[in-house]
């Protein structure tokens, strides 16, 4: 693992790429301080104060160690129990566990997943068609796994001094 620091030109530049990617403004990250550590070839860890984020290529998203404020502010959908072992094993988030949609997603948007029993996030999805789309299907594929809790990210994050 390599670590270092991001420039204030660096960090706002990851600002306006998180923006148009996760479409949420982040205002409070202090220009200095933010870390980025490489764990793998492609694959970063961003950690702007408060916030972790994994960089994998040019795709980025949020870790499920980000504070819930963080979260919140993303939509994301509610799974009954039962869907819960195979979405913590990678599994795509299929129409049958879903029991709530929460604030509006298209096609490839990033997507948070609640536990709905707990209402803990448990996942980080993209998804794989638009809510209204969602709502209205009853079987198939809607979002595509992309972080969840047991992964090697998951793992990666307990070795990580994240202050």
């Not at 403004?25 to 070839?41: F, M, S, T």
Request: with cysteine.
């Amino acid at each position: 693992m390599r670590e270092f620091y991001l420039s204030k030109t660096d960090t706002k530049n990851v600002l306006e790429e998180i923006k148009k990617q996760l479409k949420v403004d982040l205002p409070d990250v202090k220009e200095k301080g933010n870390r980025v550590i490489e764990i793998e070839k492609d694959v970063q860890v961003l950690l702007l104060d408060k916030i972790v984020l994994i960089k994998e290529k040019e795709e980025i998203f949020p870790s499920l160690v980000c504070e819930e404020g963080f979260l919140g502010k993303l939509p994301y959908i509610k799974v009954d129990k039962g869907a819960i072992p195979y979405i913590c094993k990678g599994a795509k988030i299929m129409r049958p566990g879903i029991v709530a949609f929460e604030g509006e997603f298209s096609k490839g948007d990033v997507v948070c997943v609640k536990d709905a029993i707990h209402g803990k996030f448990i996942s980080i999805a993209r998804a794989l068609v638009e809510k209204s789309e969602a709502e209205k299907t009853v079987k198939g594929v809607v979002l595509d796994n992309l972080h969840y809790v047991g992964d090697k990210y998951w793992d990666t994050m307990k070795d990580i001094k994240l202050s």
